[in-house]
């Protein structure tokens, strides 16, 4: 039974990252259809992008090209997803069990040195992700937008959340 513990981290590993393409493209769905994207809104999208790349790029042992918050164009923006996702997707299936638990040395943005496993470097890109895209959507609405429902159970159900309550609830 060890073997399996591994193989199902993984498993679920792998259906985060496909929902976080996934909600990565809804939000920038979002941004695209308003006439004039709300500036915040569009700075903690690439935000989310730049967090992505460098958390990537730390698991990868290598330098970052795009900052945590990068001043990006939405064409720009959808490029580093694209980027981010086909990279994540590949890093992932690239890894053994043992590799998730291996622990890598970073330096965060405010200068302070840590280390941290695969596994929760994996989990921090995935959950800082739906912390943020929650802001966009706040921001899209507030600026007369439609913000594109981003729950996972949406995303493993194919269909969009329900965005508003039913009458007398």
Wanted: aromatic content about 6%.
């Amino acid at each position: 039974m060890p073997t399996e513990a591994p193989l199902a981290v993984d498993r679920q590993l792998g259906k985060l990252l496909g929902h976080l393409a996934w909600a990565d493209q809804r939000v920038l769905d979002s941004l695209r259809a308003m006439p004039h994207p709300d500036a915040r809104a569009l700075e903690l999208y690439a935000h989310v992008l730049g967090a992505e790349h460098t958390w990537l790029s730390r698991m990868l042992e290598r330098a970052p090209r795009v900052t945590v918050w990068p001043r990006l164009t939405i064409d720009e923006a959808a490029a580093l997803g694209v980027e981010n996702a086909g990279a994540l997707r590949m890093l992932l299936e690239s890894l053994t069990a043992e590799q998730l638990q291996r622990k890598v040395a970073y330096t965060n943005s405010a200068g302070l040195a840590f280390e941290s496993t695969v596994e929760d470097m994996l989990l921090q890109v995935v959950l800082h992700g739906c912390y943020h895209r929650g802001q966009v959507a706040l921001l899209v609405r507030g600026a007369g937008g439609e913000p594109s429902p981003t729950d996972y159970i949406a995303f493993v159900r194919g269909v969009p959340a329900a965005v508003t309550a039913p009458p007398g609830r």
